[in-house]
């Protein structure tokens, strides 16, 4: 018989040793107690290594710059992260902005109602916790 015994931390909290101990006892033979550790290490930040120059779009003529995200992010613990644009201090989009995290392209094409300064954020996000 075989038993798993899943262990998936959400916090940093919990991280550091656990012991765990488990006793097999059916009555008629010499009960067998077996204890272990299990160390649960920190997940550590995400790390940036570069920063986006700003740019400036013409009006009429769209761009559609790609973003490799190993260029601007790296995780400590080579875990995988995903990345996402975002509107400073907001998480929605301007209308005439897109993101394709498939792509990695960010596609901008404004119109002449869309003039003015937009302050974005290229988020990294460790999916390991």
Not at 59 to 68: F, H, I, K, L
Not at 88 to 116: C, E, K
Request: hydrophobic letters at 40%.
């Amino acid at each position: 018989m075989t038993y798993i015994l899943d262990v998936a931390p959400t916090k940093n909290e919990h991280c550091g040793g656990h012991t765990f101990t488990i006793t097999f006892d059916d009555g008629i033979s010499v009960p067998v107690t077996e204890t272990w550790t299990i160390d649960l290490l920190f997940n550590m930040p995400l790390i940036a290594i570069n920063s986006i120059p700003s740019m400036s779009v013409i009006v009429g003529n769209p761009v559609n710059p790609v973003y490799d995200k190993m260029l601007y992010f790296e995780d400590p613990e080579s875990m995988p992260f995903a990345v996402k644009w975002r509107q400073a201090g907001s998480i929605y989009f301007p209308y005439f902005m897109n993101w394709n995290d498939l792509t990695n392209v960010f596609s901008i094409d404004p119109l002449i109602v869309n003039i003015g300064e937009y302050s974005m954020e290229y988020v990294g996000v460790d999916d390991s916790g």
